[in-house]
C-alpha cells in the first residue's frame, strides 16, 4: 500500500478568499507559499508522494483542496462546495483525482465541502453547516451506502467545518472543541479537548504514525504530544498562521489517499 497526498499550490489571489467566522487580514503570500512548502515536505515524510493540482491563480481558495473531495478506498466523490465561488476549483482537482478512483458527484441541491466530513473507520460524520446541507448528506449516504458507510448528521455551531471543531488523532482517538461540537455524537471514543485558550486548535492531520499540527496552538500542543506518545504517535509542528487566516488549517491542504 502506497499514500500519496494530492495538493495545491497557493493562489496569488488568496487574499480575496472566502471568509465566515474571521475578520479579513492582510495575508502575505510569500509567507503563505513557504509555510505551504514546509507543509508538504512535512507530509511527503508520512506519504509516498506529493501529487499537485495544476495551480488555479484565479481561484482564491484553492489550496485547500480538501473541500473538494472525499476519497474512500473505493470511490472519490466529488463536492458541490457550498460557496459558489469555489465550485470552479473542481475540475483541476478532480483531473488528479480521476487517475486513482472512479468518480461520483454531490448534485444540486446538495451542498458539501469537505472539511465537514471526518471518516472513522466505516462511519463517516457530517457536519451541518453553513456550507454543507441535508440535501448533500443524503446524497453521500445513498452513494456510499452499497460500500457499507454509514453517514451520521452532526450539528456544527460556531466554526466553519466540522473538522475546525474535530478531527481524528488515531485510530479511536478525537481532538475537539466540545463548544462547536457535541462530542457524545461520537460515542465513546478518546476525546482530547482543546486548551480553553485555543478554540481554532481541533484540526489536526493524522497519516499514519504521525500528526502535523499547527505550532501556534502550543497548550494543545503539548496536551497532544503526551497523549500521542505512548501510542507510538509522533507530532509534527508546522507554521500554519498566513493559511489561517484564509480560515485553513491543516487538513484543508490535503487529500490523502491509498493507492
Ligand atoms: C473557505 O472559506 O472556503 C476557505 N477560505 C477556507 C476553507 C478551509 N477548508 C477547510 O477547512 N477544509
Not at 476549483?89 to 451542498?111: C, F, H, K, N
Not at 457536519?127 to 457499507?148: F, K, P, V
Not at 480553553?196 to 497519516?207: D, H, K
Request: charged share 25%; proline share 3%; with cysteine.
Amino acid at each position: 500500500m502506497t499514500r500519496i497526498a494530492i495538493t495545491r499550490p497557493v493562489s496569488r489571489s488568496i487574499v480575496d478568499c472566502e471568509l465566515t467566522h474571521l475578520a479579513r487580514e492582510p495575508i502575505d503570500y510569500a509567507a503563505a507559499v513557504e509555510q505551504h512548502a514546509a507543509y508538504e515536505a512535512v507530509l511527503g515524510g508520512s506519504v509516498g508522494e506529493i501529487v499537485r493540482a495544476p495551480a488555479a491563480h484565479d481561484l482564491p481558495d484553492a489550496v485547500f483542496v480538501e473541500d473538494m473531495a472525499v476519497v474512500l478506498d473505493e470511490v472519490a466523490v466529488m463536492t458541490r462546495p457550498g460557496a459558489v465561488s469555489r465550485r470552479r476549483e473542481l475540475d483541476g482537482v478532480e483531473q488528479v483525482l480521476g487517475r486513482y478512483r472512479d468518480v461520483v458527484r454531490i448534485e444540486a441541491p446538495g451542498t458539501l465541502d469537505g472539511g465537514d466530513v471526518l471518516r472513522i473507520g466505516r462511519q463517516l460524520f457530517v457536519g451541518q453547516s453553513s456550507r454543507t446541507n441535508d440535501a448533500a448528506i443524503d446524497q453521500l449516504r445513498a452513494l456510499l451506502s452499497t460500500h457499507g458507510y454509514d453517514v451520521k448528521a452532526v450539528n456544527v455551531h460556531g466554526c466553519l467545518h466540522l473538522k475546525s471543531a474535530v478531527t481524528a488523532v488515531g485510530v479511536d482517538s478525537l481532538l475537539g472543541n466540545s463548544a462547536w461540537i457535541d462530542r457524545d455524537a461520537f460515542g465513546q471514543r478518546e476525546w482530547i479537548e482543546v486548551d480553553r485558550s485555543e478554540p481554532g486548535a481541533a484540526n489536526a492531520l493524522w497519516v499514519g504514525e504521525s500528526v502535523i499540527y499547527p505550532r501556534e496552538h502550543a497548550r494543545t500542543a503539548d496536551r497532544l504530544r503526551a497523549r500521542l506518545q505512548p501510542a507510538g504517535i509522533s507530532l509534527h509542528l508546522v507554521d500554519a498562521c498566513e493559511l489561517a487566516k484564509a480560515e485553513g488549517g491543516v487538513t484543508c491542504c490535503s487529500l490523502v489517499l491509498t493507492t
